[in-house]
């Protein structure tokens, strides 16, 4: 079955320090790779996405994502982090074939606290 | 307009009522999605619409769920004799392409609160 795992439901970082939230897949074949974004009472908010290519993704507010063909991973990441990061963030994944391509899954999604 | 918008932003019922949840796409995007997000658990697909039609509705969890979609726009999720389980916020998006192009990003909207007692 396919599936999107987020092993840290929190992960706390001081401001001005590296961040790193977590997420490996369990799909076949290679899925397209989307990182979003929820604040509090808002909808979510597309980060970046892999489709293809470079390995090292870069997307909105700084962030950036490594797709790891050999480990299944796609660990989003800031090299400094800032309060205003603070938010909720989900991996999902979405199927390369036409046919089964509307569905995307989420991960659990991951809860980011920058402290100042 | 903006962006996609859905309304209300929050309703609360009584366990049995039927509730309609309203999205409105960004104009012109072909494909619209509804999903459920409930308390401590991630995104769960319903339903998706490339223009009027639902090629994808194995998400919807019971019979007391439909939507429809009219005039390439707006859609509405109904869920009838609801039950507290289904207590979640719901989720619209939307995207310029169909499905098929699947690396097209999808664009959400607030969401609905929805809590039922």
């Known amino acids: 079955a396919q599936s999107v795992a987020q092993p840290e439901d929190q992960v706390n970082v001081a401001e001005g320090n590296p961040l790193t939230v977590k997420c490996t897949y369990s799909?076949?074949?290679?899925?397209?790779l989307f990182w979003y974004v929820q604040y509090p009472n808002r909808g979510l908010q597309f980060l970046l996405k892999?489709?293809?290519?470079?390995?090292l993704v870069k997307g909105s507010y700084g962030f950036e994502a490594e797709f790891n063909k050999s480990q299944t991973s796609f660990h989003l990441k800031k090299p400094s982090a800032l309060v205003s990061d603070s938010a909720l963030y989900f991996c999902a994944v979405r199927d390369r074939n036409p046919s089964s391509a509307s569905k995307i899954i989420f991960g659990s999604g991951t809860r980011l606290s920058i402290r100042p | 307009g903006a962006g996609v918008s859905q309304s209300p932003s929050n309703k609360v019922t009584e366990k049995g009522k039927d509730v309609e949840l309203r999205c409105d796409p960004i104009?012109?995007?072909?494909?619209l999605y509804w999903y459920r997000q409930s308390l401590g658990q991630g995104l769960e697909f319903l339903i998706y619409f490339q223009g009027n039609s639902a090629p994808d509705k194995s998400g919807l969890p019971s019979d007391r769920f439909s939507a429809e979609r009219t005039g390439g726009s707006v859609s509405t999720l109904t869920i009838q004799r609801t039950q507290q389980e289904d207590s979640a916020v719901y989720l619209c998006?939307?995207?310029?392409?169909?499905?098929?192009?699947?690396?097209?990003?999808?664009?959400f909207g607030p969401g609905t609160r929805l809590l039922v007692l």
């Open positions: 104009s012109g995007h072909t494909a």
């Open positions: 892999y489709i293809t290519g470079d390995n």
């Open positions: 799909v076949s074949g290679n899925p397209y």
């Open positions: 998006a939307s995207s310029l392409r169909s499905a098929e192009v699947s690396w097209e990003t999808q664009y």
